[in-house]
């Protein structure tokens, strides 16, 4: 009985932190991140110069997630929201394992 909840709360261990990335993307900078992505895989460079912001347009811009972003766009493209929220719960319990 006592490998039993054992077994059982590492088990929650992973599940709970899975369960609590499985929902709605609510995250306001989503459609940016997707737009981004688009435009880095289109015209297969960074964005150097910022051209989402209506007050800042064409100021300098250091795109520091455009690996995220393009990542996101190809899963979004293949998967559409729930292949996002797979990857967002590919990369909660990918912070969990590590290789050797």
Do not use: C
């Amino acid at each position: 009985m006592e490998r039993y909840f054992e077994k059982l709360a590492i088990l929650s261990f992973f599940v709970v932190p899975v369960m609590l990335s499985v929902f709605d993307l609510a995250n306001l900078d989503f459609g940016f991140h997707l737009k981004a992505g688009e435009f880095i895989w289109l015209e297969r460079a960074i964005p150097r110069h910022d051209m989402f912001s209506y007050l800042a347009e064409g100021n300098r811009w250091v795109d520091s997630h455009w690996l995220f972003q393009l990542i996101l766009y190809g899963v979004y493209s293949l998967g559409g929201v729930p292949g996002a929220i797979l990857l967002r719960v590919a990369i909660l319990l990918g912070a969990f394992f590590r290789t050797k």
